[in-house]
């Protein structure tokens, strides 16, 4: 059978976007009845594979502008309230068209260079800053591709995720099928199927006792999770230091923290070099979050849509630290107002509701209980069906 291959555009501007384009083309490659062949690719910057000398294009060009992929997890690490003033300014109105007049064109030629590279019929976009860019380039193969967006925030959509020129948007919850519509997007062409995750979050069949003693944990112990989300971020040193200076005083042989700190490894040097008062073990970047949540009571994070998503799936407390600001901000309502978690304002405060969360097992686990309805286990299929009827629909004569 031959596979339909499908453009999915993505960058590495934080894990989230990255996360979602890959859990669709594993999804796709896990079932090769759907005859697609998911294809991602960068167009913000000016080297990603598809577009390699084998290609033959050679006539992509660098921009000054590739240098932002690397610069967001600095960013989002040491100055967090510089993201919130460009993701701001960048809301403007006006502001859109300044960057698809500039950058935006060199993007759109990256994209139709991928299109004819790789002969893609539809083409997916996981990233607000290519959505613009996606719908210019879509005529470069001589007809109109099926575009389909998928929206990695949560809750608030920045404005530049909507183009009327889109067929079809896809969210991870009804606050942001709203927002959407308060920018411009008809309800029809939106789909609620939750935010698209790997298929091991909605795989777990072991016990959280099972899954203590397969990572090597005393499966009697409390443990908690702590995550800065794939750059470490959001002072989460400070935050496991106060939660081991005021939850395990007292308490040292019952909670153990985990800590994940993911590409950033100044954070993990420094925190493995600590005296902690109880069993900690800090870890780099893993590719198992999804064994090490369902082994964990609480998961203490920074409120990105991914985590926040992926700890429902598992169906885990939250306790959330200040949210990036933009992106990040509605997850915190989203989170306290349906009962699955906390919010924390600084460490000490952390400490302090932490501490009473897991002195309560049974608030704990309502808690865990009302992750039920919120829970998209299927997203990453109901995605893909989805870009399977947009391909044949296109294949489809059209009626005059």
Known sequence: MTSTPVLVLTSDTGSGHRSVSRALVAGASDAPERALQLIEFDPL???????????GASAVQSSV?????????PMI??????????????????MASVYHATYGRTVASRIAAAIRATRAQAVVSVHPLVNDAMVVARKSGG???PLLSVVTDLVGVHPWWANAGIDRYVVGSGDAARAL???GIEPSRTAVTGIPLRSTFGRVTRSVREMREQLGLDPTQQMVLFMGG????????????ACDAVVRTGSVDVTRFVVICGRNEPLRTSLVARDWRGPTTVLGHVANVHEWMTASDVVVTKPGSLTVSEALAIGRPLLLGPPLPGQEEGNIPFVCENGVGLAYRDPTEASMLLEGMLADPSSLWEMGQRTLPLRHLKATERVLDLVQSLVMNSRKPHQS
């Open 230 to 241: 794939g750059d470490g971020a959001g002072r989460l040193a400070d935050v496991v230091t």
């Open 77 to 94: 690490v040491r100055a967090p309230w510089a993201w919130g003033l460009a993701f701001r300014f960048a809301a403007l109105p006006g």
């Open 65 to 73: 502008f590739d240098r932002v992929v690397g610069l967001y997890g």
């Open 143 to 145: 007809r109109d591709l």
């Open 181 to 183: 519509f308060g920018l």
């Open 45 to 55: 910057v000016s080297r990603d594979p598809v577009l390699s000398q084998k290609r």
